[in-house]
C-alpha cells in the first residue's frame, strides 16, 4: 500500500476529528501548491486567500457567499494551522467521548457561523473599526475549535489536562483563560480572530445549554448533510434474473433431481391416504397431474 493510499484508507477509517483535520490539511497543502505554481510563471497566487476567505465588508461578502463556509477551512501560515489542528485533536477527542461525531460536525459548522457572524457584526457597527471594514478578511478554523473547548469544559469542568511548563489544568479554567484572552484582545492587531473566538465559544454554550433542555441545535445541520449526502449514493442495483442454461443435465443430477420428485409424490398420495384427494392444494394437485402424465 503505497503513501497515499495509507492517507486515504486513515481518512475512510478516521473518526469525525481526523476527518476535519484532513480537509483543512490538505487545502491547505493544495492552495500552497497553487500559490507556489502561480510564483513560477510570475504570477501572484495570493488572490485565491482573498477568494476564499470572508470579508468584512458586506457588499463584497454579498459577491462571495461561499466564504462563510470556506473560511473556515482555510489557513495561510504554518503555525496557524498547526496549533489549530493541534486543538482540534485534542478537543475534539475529548468532545467525542460525550457526544456523536455527527455533533462534532454540526458544532464545527454553526460555531465557525456563529464566529462570522459575530466578525461581521462588530466590524459594521463599532466605529474603531470603520476604517478596516474594506479590507479586513477572516480565515481559519478557531472559532469552530472554540466552540468545542466551550462545549468540552461545560461538560467535563474538572477533568485535567497536562501543559508543559504549568502541569495539570482543569478544563474550566482553560475554557475561561480562551474566553478572557479572546476579550483582552479585541482591541488588538487580531481584533477580527478575537470577534471569532467569542462568537464560536457563544455558540458552544449555546450548544451544551439546548442539550440539556432536551434539544439537539446541530440535528438540521446533520440532517441537511444526509439528504446532500443520499442524493450522490448510486441507485440500487436491479437484480436481473439469469438466463436459462441450455446445458443438459449429468446422470447424477438426473437421478438426483428425479429422486427429490418421487419423494415429493410419496408425500402427496400419503396426504391423499390420510386426509383425501380434497385436502390437497392447487400446487400438489398440479404435481400430481404431472407425475401421472
Do not use: C
Amino acid at each position: 500500500m503505497n503513501f497515499l493510499e495509507n492517507l486515504k484508507s486513515t481518512y475512510k477509517q478516521g473518526d469525525a476529528v481526523i476527518r476535519l483535520i484532513y480537509i483543512n490539511s490538505v487545502l491547505f497543502i493544495v492552495l500552497k501548491i497553487f500559490v507556489l505554481v502561480m510564483q513560477l510563471f510570475k504570477l501572484d497566487g495570493e488572490f485565491i486567500y482573498t477568494y476564499l476567505a470572508m470579508p468584512s465588508n458586506l457588499k463584497s461578502l454579498l459577491y462571495k457567499p461561499w466564504t462563510v463556509v470556506t473560511y473556515m477551512f482555510l489557513h495561510k501560515d504554518f503555525f496557524h494551522i498547526f496549533f489549530n489542528m493541534l486543538a482540534l485533536y485534542w478537543f475534539g477527542k475529548l468532545f467525542l467521548i460525550q457526544f456523536t461525531q455527527k455533533q462534532l460536525y454540526g458544532l464545527y459548522f454553526w460555531g465557525g457561523l456563529s464566529a462570522g457572524l459575530i466578525y461581521l457584526i462588530s466590524y459594521n457597527i463599532f466605529p474603531l473599526f470603520s476604517d478596516q471594514v474594506d479590507f479586513s478578511i477572516l480565515m481559519g478554523a478557531s472559532g469552530s475549535i472554540m466552540a468545542m473547548i466551550l462545549a468540552t469544559a461545560m461538560q467535563f469542568p474538572n477533568m485535567e489536562l497536562r501543559f508543559f511548563l504549568i502541569g495539570m489544568v482543569k478544563l474550566k479554567y482553560i475554557a475561561i483563560a480562551a474566553v478572557l484572552i479572546s476579550i483582552f484582545g479585541i482591541t488588538s492587531g487580531n481584533a477580527g480572530g478575537q470577534l471569532a473566538h467569542l462568537g464560536g465559544a457563544l455558540y458552544g454554550y449555546f450548544f451544551v445549554i439546548s442539550l440539556r433542555r432536551g434539544k439537539d441545535s446541530t440535528k438540521g445541520f446533520n440532517k441537511l448533510m444526509d439528504s446532500i449526502s443520499n442524493l450522490f449514493k448510486s441507485q440500487k442495483l436491479k437484480v436481473k434474473r439469469a438466463k436459462p442454461s441450455n446445458r443438459k443435465m449429468t446422470d447424477a443430477e438426473f437421478n438426483m433431481n428425479k429422486a427429490k420428485q418421487m419423494k415429493e409424490i410419496d408425500r402427496i398420495l400419503d396426504k391423499i391416504k390420510s386426509s383425501g384427494y380434497g385436502s390437497l392444494t392447487s400446487e400438489e394437485k398440479k404435481k400430481l397431474f404431472e407425475q401421472g402424465k
